[in-house]
């Protein structure tokens, strides 16, 4: 009753009515109880926010630190129970809505996969969109967007990839084309290598030859015409020039792995891959580390630049998340200027925040200016599940210099077939 009351005579005053309904007695009873209520407001008892993290091991101890600085930055209106689990990037998606309830509260994700969460319901929108678009490059900004609406928290602009090589053995002009530089490693008895087993990889053939290819507007299936047989690049010249490329002595098809294994040894002084790979590189060659843009090649008579599918890495707030506004402000923190200089800092990862982009130590890193050079001439990976597995089959057959001897309009044939397909074989 005396609780009642005085949340009656509480509201009242602060409408600025007097109370005619309450009792002397009653009265009296509240102002006893002022100084025990006064008292609780100055001292407030803070509730525990309990946040989940998914992240890379790699990452923990970056996290941990932004982890501390936030907890530092919002003392006093929380207790913090924040928990980093570890998971996998490239498997966000899958692993995220295979049990959306029980998922994280704050995850990090490749954009390629926020079509699919947004589908499902399961991310949510960002809160300050528009000061988070101001803050990032505007591509970065768009890939974390579906339809005009901002659902991730751009975090790196290196998700892409380009040619690493050894200044030891190439020059400038060298690494302009993939004929030059076959020819140095070739001399050399060294090794280029390249993922064709991947169509991550494989779409720099396709890229820039006026074919077309995308996802349709159900999200799910593809369309695309690179077997053509019109135009001035036909399907069947992009087969035989892959061919080309495989039956040098210095070509191998290989993943990340083997890659940085013959970095290491010294048998591979050139390669694909991306900025993740950055630190190896360096480590094993030192002075030497070089990455540009990736080279022309020769197809149909004429030099053709090679393509890419570029990407971006953000953060996204789980929709269901118990603790959504804590969630957002936390997904903010990890990717805000600051905290994308310190990740850069310290696992090179390139910024998507304009200010943190254009700071002389990113300019000085060869992996993160290729990236950009190579953006270019690379597109956002938007495409429906049956590509992988028809490329893979595809590029495997390049690779082992066609061994059936299959004609190569078949072989075209049967790649769009498979890419097309309604649903993966």
Not at 107 to 125: E, R, T, Y
Not at 141 to 155: D, E, H, I, K, R
Not at 245 to 260: T, W
Not at 318 to 328: C, D, G, L, R, T
Request: proline share 3%; net charge negative.
């Amino acid at each position: 009753m005396k609780k009642k009351c005085l949340a009656t005579v509480l509201a009242a005053l602060l409408a600025g009515v007097s109370l005619a309904g309450c009792t002397v007695g009653k009265t009296q009873e509240v102002a006893e109880l002022e100084p025990e209520v006064i008292k609780e407001s100055e001292e407030p008892e803070h509730r525990i926010v309990t946040l989940r993290v998914w992240s890379e091991e790699a990452n923990f101890d970056l996290l941990t630190k932004m982890i501390e600085s936030f907890q530092e930055e919002y003392a006093g209106q929380a207790e913090f129970d924040i928990r980093l689990e570890a998971s996998s990037d490239a498997s966000t998606k899958d692993d995220f809505l295979a049990d959306v309830h029980n998922g994280p509260d704050v995850f990090p994700f490749a954009d390629d996969q926020l079509s699919a969460m947004v589908a499902a319901g399961a991310i949510a929108p960002v809160d300050n969109a528009e000061e988070v678009r101001a803050a990032n490059l505007e591509d970065a900004a768009a890939a974390a967007s579906v339809n005009g609406v901002l659902y991730g928290y751009p975090m790196t602009a290196d998700n892409g990839y380009f040619m690493y090589y050894d200044k030891n053995y190439f020059t400038q002009e060298d690494v302009k084309t993939l004929d030059g530089m076959l020819a140095v490693a070739e001399a050399e008895e060294k090794q280029i290598t390249m993922d064709w087993s991947s169509g991550w990889y494989l779409y720099s053939f396709f890229g820039n030859t006026g074919m077309e290819f995308g996802v349709n507007e159900d999200g799910v299936t593809n369309y695309c015409s690179w077997n053509t047989t019109e135009g001035a690049v036909k399907g069947t010249d992009i087969a035989q020039a892959m061919l080309s490329i495989a039956a040098s002595p210095s070509f191998k098809n290989c993943g990340d792995e083997e890659f940085l294994s013959g970095v290491r040894n010294g048998s591979v002084i050139a390669g694909v891959s991306g900025a993740w790979n950055a630190m190896e590189i360096k480590n094993a060659w030192g002075a030497d580390y070089g990455a540009v843009k990736l080279p022309s090649y020769t197809c149909a008579g004429q030099q053709i630049q090679m393509a890419s599918f570029k990407g971006y890495k953000m953060m996204g707030v789980n929709e269901y998340s118990k603790e959504k506004e804590w969630a957002f402000r936390l997904a903010d923190w990890f990717t805000n200027e600051e905290n994308q200089t310190l990740r850069f800092a310290e696992r090179n990862q390139g910024p998507s925040n304009i200010k943190a982009a254009a700071s002389d130590a990113v300019h000085k890193v060869p992996a993160i200016q290729a990236v950009i050079a190579q953006a270019e001439f690379g597109r956002l990976q938007r495409v429906g599940n049956s590509y992988w597995d028809a490329c893979s089959s595809f590029g495997q057959i390049m690779a082992d210099h066609n061994p059936n001897q299959t004609d190569l309009q078949e072989l075209m044939d049967t790649l769009v077939k498979g890419i097309t397909a309604s649903v993966v074989q």
